[in-house]
């Protein structure tokens, strides 16, 4: 990869008006909040950050602890992106949800960082002991498709989205599997 421009950092104190910015912006574009454990569903930074707890309650016995970090340019210390690792599937996420989830602010696509997010997580995957991990797209979010498989995804199926996770009237989800060895 060329020289990176951004760091995944956790979500701190430092970043909250970034990030309640990201949240109002996201909304505003009518996105959805995928790889932001729930940021659409909080009141506050505060809230959000109490993810342990505040999922728990959420996903009940369905919860998969999950790793929350926030994509920053180095240049300037702004977060465009948000990026989640959950570190087992549940059933729902193996059919459904698989072990990363990622969104970049709407003012920051196409510029490469939706690719490079990812790839900085596989990094962190590969140096805990992963070798394989599951990303999963909606079929008609042909941008997802291509930073997944450039990213070394390979399509193992398609799978109907019986529970409302895609915007598109298909609602084909698209199942990714991703070797890091």
């Given at each position: 990869?060329?020289?990176?421009?951004l760091e995944l950092v956790p979500p701190t104190e430092k970043y909250e008006s970034q990030v309640m910015s990201f949240k109002t912006e996201m909304l505003d574009s009518g996105d959805d909040?995928?790889?932001?454990?729930?940021?659409?569903?909080?009141?506050?930074?505060?809230?959000?950050?109490?993810?342990?707890?505040?999922?728990?309650?959420?996903?009940?016995?369905?919860?998969?602890?999950?790793?929350?970090?926030?994509?920053?340019?180095?240049?300037?210390?702004?977060?465009?992106?948000?990026?989640?690792?959950?570190?087992?599937?549940?059933?729902?996420?193996?059919?459904?949800?698989?072990?990363?989830?990622?969104?970049?602010?709407?003012?920051?696509?196409?510029?490469?960082?939706?690719?490079?997010?990812?790839?900085?997580?596989?990094?962190?995957?590969?140096?805990?002991?992963?070798?394989?991990?599951?990303?999963?797209?909606?079929?008609?979010?042909?941008?997802?498709?291509?930073?997944?498989?450039?990213?070394?995804?390979?399509?193992e199926n398609e799978v109907t989205d019986t529970v409302g996770l895609t915007q598109s009237e298909?609602?084909?989800?698209?199942?990714?599997?991703?070797?890091?060895?």
């Amino acid at each position: 990869m060329s020289k990176a421009r951004l760091e995944l950092v956790p979500p701190t104190e430092k970043y909250e008006s970034q990030v309640m910015s990201f949240k109002t912006e996201m909304l505003d574009s009518g996105d959805d909040f995928d790889g932001c454990a729930g940021l659409e569903n909080t009141e506050s930074y505060g809230e959000w950050l109490n993810f342990e707890e505040r999922l728990k309650k959420m996903y009940g016995d369905g919860y998969v602890p999950s790793e929350v970090y926030l994509a920053v340019r180095k240049s300037d210390g702004a977060v465009v992106g948000i990026i989640d690792y959950r570190t087992r599937l549940s059933d729902f996420l193996l059919k459904f949800g698989g072990n990363i989830g990622y969104s970049v602010r709407p003012s920051e696509r196409r510029k490469g960082y939706a690719k490079e997010m990812l790839g900085l997580l596989l990094e962190r995957c590969s140096e805990a002991g992963t070798d394989r991990v599951l990303v999963c797209c909606d079929k008609e979010n042909e941008v997802s498709a291509k930073t997944i498989i450039s990213n070394g995804g390979v399509l193992e199926n398609e799978v109907t989205d019986t529970v409302g996770l895609t915007q598109s009237e298909e609602g084909i989800i698209q199942r990714y599997w991703i070797d890091l060895f």
